[in-house]
């Protein structure tokens, strides 16, 4: 809902903040005091077409200011959320429009693209005017206007996600589909590279372990000559370390006394020959049962060949091969039988299609009941304003085409005939401003309780009218702003008169400048402007009295 709006230094105003309330607001005026300023400036706020023309003479920028609860309207909520703009429940959309011409646009104090104020203003208000912003001009809004009055925003959401769903699998066959060739080069590509890995057959650290081998049986002669060579000496050679230690024992033993200062030297020597003696048997053994094996060092080195000449195949080092080995195995899987084969794409689309095709038959179906029970219920309330003789038709334009679209198997459009005999045709390009505005009326009453909109803005609806349809026109204003927010600007006393709140627009000059001036009236004043658009300038005491017993009635307006 609307709460405040500050209008700086647009147009005649040069300072306006006006506080809104729930229900319907009229703003009245005479003829050229700046009623359509409230106006314009909100349509600014959700992202209209700034003119530089519009900054108040000798000022360099005008800054306009809408703010709005959105506690109750989820859609806006969550479009704030998805944006990262959301800030509780409040919601600020600014907009600042230079000299030059340049403009900025806010939403809840960030600087934001010009799109997305018109994408959340449509979400908190529709302005029902002969300007750019009339909604009822879009085909869209139609659709919407039905859905809404039909119960069916669910189905209506389910069946475009059903279409999203859908068209992204068309792109990913499309795709497929396209790049058949080089996929399918690819995939033989595949096969014959895990062919080869597979036969290779390497596992995670065996390449160490084989060049581990090859150093090993490689220096096999210089192992078991210089073993045989260090077992000689340890052990059998006449001159060997095992004889000359025993040598040197000999020596000691053969001392004329016990010298107990040698007893540890003694045992060092008995232990060195000890050690030496089964080092020597040690290698022996090893010498003897040593296998130099040329075979197996042919057989490491042919391994390790294959895998050096793999490795530089692929252009990795040789232990990467394991890993790369893995990963095109994965990949072959995945085009050879996994998500990505053109067989399992098709199926899945035309699965996709036919539960789009449930869900647009089925949405179908309730819209062209819904459509019929609208176009009753709309002409009841043209007839009430006056248009008796106007037809009001829901045309449901069924797609013909085997392409399915995000909003279902129908074009929706709203059309009508002026006169009887006349065939309906698109609101566009029958009806007048005037006509647009009270049709508008018509439609918004019918559907104002399922209708997502929080504030309404009707500019000049009474165009045309008078008398008792002017009256009818103000009780159903009133009872859309029951339900909700009404703003209209209205030359009619019988409209303003049911108002639940009132705003007066007037103008004038000080000190060669001229301004424009908006207040909220209070009960006397509103009676005395219900009189001033009743009877102009000169009130007489009858005029007074009318407007009293008109403001009355108007208070005690049920609809």
């Known amino acids: ?18 506080q809104f309330n729930a229900g319907m607001t009229a703003l009245t005026g005479e003829t050229g005091a700046g009623k359509s300023i409230v106006l314009d400036a ?48 409040d919601c600020i959309l600014r907009r600042v429009i230079s000299r030059d011409g340049r403009s900025r646009a806010y939403i809840n104090g960030q600087p934001c693209p010009l799109n997305h104020l018109r994408d959340l203003g449509s979400l908190l208000m529709d302005i029902h005017s002969q300007h750019q912003h009339q909604s009822l001009l879009r085909k869209d809004t139609h659709r919407k206007l039905v859905d809404e009055f039909a119960g069916a925003e669910e189905l209506a959401a389910r069946t475009r996600e059903a279409w999203k769903i859908w068209q992204r699998s068309r792109t990913r066959l499309s795709e497929r589909q396209q790049n058949a060739d080089e996929a399918e080069a690819r995939l033989q590509l595949l096969r014959y590279q895990v062919e080869e890995l597979d036969r290779l057959a390497l596992e995670a650290g065996e390449q160490a372990q084989l060049e581990q081998e090859q150093e090993q049986l490689s220096h096999a002669d210089t192992v078991l000559h210089n073993s045989h060579q260090a077992a000689l000496l340890c052990t059998e050679d006449d001159n060997s370390a095992a004889d000359l230690l025993r040598q040197a024992l000999n020596q000691l033993e053969q001392l004329p006394t016990e010298v107990p200062a040698l007893a540890e030297t003694i045992q060092m020597l008995t232990d060195a020959q000890i050690q030496v003696s089964e080092a020597g048997d040690n290698l022996r053994r090893f010498v003897e049962d040593y296998d130099a094996d040329p ?3 042919a057989e ?33 899987a995945a085009l050879d039988q996994g998500e990505g084969s053109i067989e399992q794409l098709e199926e899945e689309l035309a ?5 789009y095709d449930t869900l647009a038959s089925e949405l179908s179906v309730v819209r062209q009941a819904a459509a019929t029970e609208l176009d ?31 909003h279902g198997l129908e074009d929706i459009e709203f059309l009508v005939s002026a006169n009887p005999g006349q065939p309906a045709r698109p609101l566009a390009k029958v009806a007048s401003g005037g006509e647009l505005s009270r049709i508008s009326l018509a439609i918004q009453v019918v559907v104002a309780q399922t209708s997502t909109t929080p504030t309404l ?8 009218i008078g008398g008792g349809t002017a009256e009818v026109v103000g009780r159903l204003l009133r009872a859309l702003g029951s339900n909700g927010q009404v703003l209209c600007v209205t030359h009619l006393p019988q409209v303003a008169a049911q108002s639940h709140q009132h705003l007066f627009v007037s103008k004038f000059t000080e000190q060669d400048a001229t301004f424009s001036r908006i207040e909220s009236l209070d009960d006397q004043r509103r009676i005395s402007e219900v009189a001033r658009m009743l009877g102009g300038v000169d009130m007489t005491e009858q005029t007074i009295a009318h407007a009293r017993e008109m403001f009355s009635k108007g208070q005690a307006t049920h609809h």
């Open 300 to 332: 490491v080195e042919e391994r390790l060949s294959a895998i050096y000449q793999m490795a530089r195949k692929h252009r990795i080092n040789p232990e990467e091969l394991p890993e790369l080995h893995s990963k095109l195995a994965e990949e072959l």
């Open 376 to 406: 009753q219920r709309i002409a009841s309330e043209l007839a009430q304003l006056g248009m008796p003789s106007m037809q009001f038709v829901t045309h449901l334009n069924r797609d013909n085409s085997t392409e399915p679209a995000p």
């Open 42 to 89: 909100l349509g600014l706020t959700m992202g209209g077409r700034a003119d530089a023309g519009a900054v108040r003479h000798g000022a360099k920028r005008a800054d306009i200011t809408a703010s709005f609860d959105v506690s109750r309207i989820a859609e806006a909520r969550a479009w704030l959320e998805e944006h990262e703009l959301d800030d509780e429940t």
């Open 351 to 355: 699965k996709q299609r036919q539960a």
């Open 295 to 297: 075979a197996r060092l």
């Open 1 to 18: 809902m609307l709460m405040q709006l500050t209008v700086s230094n647009y147009a005649i105003a040069e300072r306006v903040e006006l």
């Open 457 to 464: 803005v009707f500019d000049e609806v009474d165009v045309g």
